[in-house]
């Protein structure tokens, strides 16, 4: 099981947030810590009424965060709780939400606001793609590919339809849920990437905000250089198309592990990445296509 969004090589602690055991809003019992990503710590929880398990994503801010910035974080989740909450009532592949709120980490005495959401069995894109690359896997087939992603595709298209981005697709974030030997991919975290959308677009320079909370691996160039233009559905367009280069290649596409290096590559007019950067053969028609999505400029992508 493996319902984070993204979790960290060594947790912290076994209970980070000291939260096992509470009743949150009078009926989700606090049972397990289950993972933590860059701004999330994640629980396995369990609904009284209904008797079932759930999963409870915690809002983790770094502690140097300052006070108005902390805030501004902090509102962001609760509307992208919201939209979340209203996009999952709309399509099944993006993972239902039950409830959200507020409440205090014993261990620190901060407010800390969560999202409650379905409990899946099974294990994120990102996990399985590292026990591939361990297992010395080459990269899936064109059709696995294609069928592995239909359901995620038209979630995406079901959210911009409906005037909505996601603004942080990655492997953390794609889950391959399984039940009673049926498998499905369900898309986590919508609104989480406005977070510090938001934020970053109220500060000018380099690196914003945004680089040094959320991994740069997957952002897009409008992410990371402001002056390229506003996020939106072509800023998905161009993080699922990273998603799907490497589920193809076996190969994280943005591999650098220097974070200068990596926007710095990001941000390269004529060294895109691409199917043959990675050594991928691949359709001249399907090439293409992804060779678009993945331009510098926000406008020469497809439009979402």
């Known amino acids: 099981?493996?319902?984070?969004?993204?979790?960290?090589?060594?947790?912290?602690?076994?209970?980070?947030?000291?939260?096992?055991?509470?009743?949150?809003?009078?009926?989700?019992r606090v049972e397990e810590f289950v993972g933590e990503g860059a701004l999330s710590v994640v629980y396995r929880a369990r609904s009284e009424p209904l008797d079932a398990p759930v999963a409870v994503k915690f809002l983790d801010l770094p502690p140097p965060l300052d006070g108005e910035l902390a805030s501004s974080v902090v509102e962001s989740f609760q509307e992208g709780c919201k939209l979340h909450y209203r996009l999952a009532r709309g399509h099944l592949a993006i993972a239902q939400t039950f409830a959200s709120g507020t409440t205090v980490a014993p261990r620190t005495g901060a407010h800390v606001p969560y999202i409650v959401r379905e409990w899946f069995d099974g294990e994120s894109l990102a996990r399985d793609l590292r026990r591939r690359r361990a297992e010395g896997e080459s990269g899936r087939t064109l059709a696995e590919t294609l069928a592995l992603f239909e359901p995620i595709a038209s979630a995406l298209a079901y959210a911009h339809a409906q005037g909505a981005a996601h603004l942080s697709l990655m492997p953390s974030n794609l889950f391959l849920a399984s039940k009673d030997g049926a498998g499905t991919v369900k898309l986590l975290d919508f609104g989480v990437g406005r977070v510090v959308d938001e934020v970053a677009s109220t500060r000018d320079g380099a690196p914003p905000p945004r680089v040094k909370l959320l991994l740069p691996t997957y952002a897009a160039p409008e992410q990371l250089l402001g002056t390229l233009g506003p996020t939106g559905p072509?800023?998905?367009?161009?993080?699922?198309?990273?998603?799907?280069?490497?589920?193809?290649?076996?190969?994280?596409?943005?591999?650098?592990?220097?974070?200068?290096?990596?926007?710095?590559?990001?941000?390269?007019?004529?060294?895109?990445?691409?199917?043959?950067?990675?050594?991928?053969?691949?359709?001249?028609?399907?090439?293409?296509?992804?060779?678009?999505?993945?331009a510098l400029e926000p406008e020469s992508r497809q439009p979402g």
């Open 234 to 294: 072509w800023t998905d367009v161009y993080a699922l198309a990273l998603v799907l280069l490497e589920v193809l290649a076996d190969r994280t596409v943005m591999g650098e592990k220097d974070p200068s290096t990596l926007i710095a590559r990001a941000l390269n007019k004529t060294n895109r990445p691409s199917p043959a950067s990675l050594g991928v053969e691949l359709p001249p028609g399907v090439a293409a296509a992804l060779e678009r999505a993945l």
């Open 1 to 28: 099981m493996d319902p984070s969004s993204g979790s960290r090589d060594a947790p912290r602690t076994a209970d980070p947030l000291d939260l096992v055991g509470d009743v949150l809003d009078g009926q989700f």
